[in-house]
C-alpha cells in the first residue's frame, strides 16, 4: 500500500476534527495514531507476552510491560497529585472484577489479544481480530448495560493508594510491588534467561509517554473499552431497539452526553480510531496478516472475542484500563486485575493448544 494516500487521508482527517470539533480532540487522534504504530510496529502485546512467559519461559514480553508500567506511574503519579483536574482510573473492588478478569485473561488467549492488541491487530488487517472488533463492541455494551446487577453481588469503594498514602508513598508501593513482579517472573523463568528485548523496551518507552501525553491532553488515563461499548450503544439507539434513560449505567450524566454527542467528543474514541490508523499505516509497509484458520477456530474466535468485550466492562478495564492506567495511577482494582487476568490466561494458554490456534 502507498503511504502517501493513507498520510493524506489521516492529515484530512486530522484538521476535520480540528476545524470542526476541537484541536484537543485532533491532538488525542495524533496521539492514537502514535499508539496504534508503537504497538503495531513493536508487536507490544499484552496477550503474547503472558504467553510467552508461561509456555516458553521467555520474561521479556513481561519485562517490557512491567517497564511500561514503572514509567507510567513515574510519569502519572506525580501529575495526578500536581494537577487536580486530572483523574485517575479508578475502580470499585468487586465480585464483578475478580470474575471479568480471570474470564478476560483466559479469552484474550483464544482471541490473540486484549483490547489494544484487538484494536492494533485490526488496523494490521488480521482477519480473526477485524471480525472480533465489532463483537468486542457488542460484548463490552451488553456488559456496561449489565452492570449494575454484577454490582449487585457484591462491591467496594475504589481504593486510591495516592489518597491513603499521599503522592510519594502511592509511588513508593507502585515500584515495589513492580519490583514485587519481577523478583517473581525471575523464579519462574530461572536462570540464565535474555531478560529485555530491543522491540519490548522501545514499545515500553514509546507507550509510556504517549500515555502520559493522553492523560494531560484528555484528563484522564488512557482506555479502550469504553470507546467499544460506546460505539455499539449509539448504533442500539439510532437503530431504536434500546433506550438507555432505563438503564443504570447509560443513564448516568455522562455518558448521556456522550450518547447524544458526536463519537468525535469522546477522547477513548478518538484514540482509538488513531491507533486504528496507526496500525494501518505499519501494515502499509507489508505485514504478514496471520495463518488461515478452520471453520471452528473462527467460530471458536468470535465467542471468545464477544466475551473478551463483555468481561472487560465487568472488570473495569482491559490490559489498558484496568492494568496499565490502573495501576500507573494508583488504582488498586489494577493490582486486583493482573492475578485474575494471570491465572485466567494460565487456563486460556492450555485451552488454546488443544484448540490448536
Known sequence: MNRLPLAVLMAAFFILVALQVSIRQAV???VGIGMGAALAAARFGFTTGWRQLICDRDPAGMTG??????LAALAALPLLGQFSELNAALGPLSLSLLIG????????????????????KAGLGVPLNMAILPLFALGSFLGSAHLDR????????????????GTQGALLLTLLGLLGLACAVRVWVGPGKQWFARRWVLGAIALAVLATLNLLIAGQPWGVVYGFGLWAAKIAVAAGVWDPAANAFWSQTGNQVRLAQTLLMDVTSMTNIGILAGALWVASAGVEAGRPLTGRQWAIGLVAGFLMGYSSRLAF???VGALLS??????VHGWLWLPMAFAGTLFGVRLRARLRF
Open 28 to 30: 488525542l487522534f495524533a
Open 65 to 70: 510491560q512491567l517497564l511500561l508500567l514503572a
Open 101 to 120: 478478569a480471570f474470564v478476560f485473561g483466559l479469552t484474550m488467549q483464544i482471541a490473540d489479544g486484549c483490547g489494544s492488541g484487538t484494536l492494533y
Open 150 to 165: 454484577w454490582l449487585a453481588l457484591g462491591a467496594l469503594e475504589p481504593v486510591n493508594l495516592s489518597a491513603s498514602f
Open 317 to 319: 478495564g482491559c490490559n
Open 326 to 331: 490502573g495501576i500507573s495511577t494508583g488504582s
